[in-house]
T-cell receptor, first 109, second 113 residues
Framework: GQSLEQPSEVTAVEGAIVQINCTYQ??????LSWYQQHDGGAPTFLSY??LDGLEETGRFSSFLSRSDSYGYLLLQELQMKDSASYFCAVRDSNYQLIWGAGTKLIIKP | SAVISQKPSRDICQRGTSLTIQCQVDSQVTMMFWYRQQPGQSLTLIAT?????????ESGFVIDKFPISRPNLTFSTLTVSNMSPEDSSIYLC??????????FGQGTRLTVV
């Protein structure tokens, strides 16, 4: 079957750095995406990695290792507004997004 | 990127009735999808809305319960038919503009009483 594994919850302090890991097992792979969803809101696209390595977009970075079927989202200089759920997703051979269960990020002052 | 307008944003419906949710995209997109999400849970794909042909449904979802239309490349509707309290959920439409990115409407929070 197809599955993505990510921690259910991560807690960090404002101003710190946090890493959210994602491991995947899918039929076909067209890259790993990350989405942010605030309570009551819709998912918003953050980043994607099609090739191995690190992609940086401001305070957020995303990493992919295809040989390890592994990626992570790195959030730096955490702000209270970063409190949200973060989903990793892989587009499979049918071009459908396979979603992880989501990681709730709790940020403490 | 794409901006998606989804309506209604929320509704409370009587069991046995039907609700149609609309999604309008501000540009032509290749693929549109409909998801269901319980609060605090991940997204579950209901179906892929195909322009000019019948939608492709995921296991556990059928056309009679969730009829979908997609008359053109910017618009789609999802109907939740003969509703029961178990259909209470958040329904999201999504559009794909590239291979990996997806954009979402703001969701429809449905409560069936």
């Amino acid at each position: 079957g197809q599955s993505l594994e990510q921690p259910s919850e991560v807690t960090a302090v404002e101003g710190a750095i946090v890493q959210i890991n994602c491991t995947y097992q899918t039929s076909g792979f067209y890259g790993l995406s990350w989405y942010q969803q605030h309570d009551g809101g819709a998912p918003t696209f953050l980043s994607y990695n099609a090739l191995d390595g690190l992609e940086e977009t401001g305070r957020f970075s995303s990493f992919l290792s295809r040989s390890d079927s592994y990626g992570y989202l790195l959030l730096q200089e955490l702000q209270m507004k970063d409190s949200a759920s973060y989903f990793c997703a892989v587009r499979d051979s049918n071009y459908q997004l396979i979603w992880g269960a989501g990681t709730k990020l709790i940020i403490k002052p | 990127s794409a901006v998606i307008s989804q309506k209604p944003s929320r509704d409370i419906c009587q069991r046995g009735t039907s609700l149609t949710i609309q999604c309008q995209v501000d540009s032509q997109v290749t693929m549109m999808f409909w998801y269901r999400q319980q609060p605090g849970q991940s997204l579950t794909l209901i179906a892929t809305a195909n322009q000019g042909s019948e939608a492709t449904y995921e296991s556990g979802f059928v056309i009679d319960k969730f009829p979908i239309s997609r008359p053109n490349l910017t618009f789609s509707t999802l109907t939740v038919s003969n509703m029961s309290p178990e259909d209470s959920s958040i329904y999201l439409c999504s559009a794909q503009t590239g291979l990996l990115d997806a954009f979402f409407g703001q969701g429809t929070r449905l409560t069936v009483v």
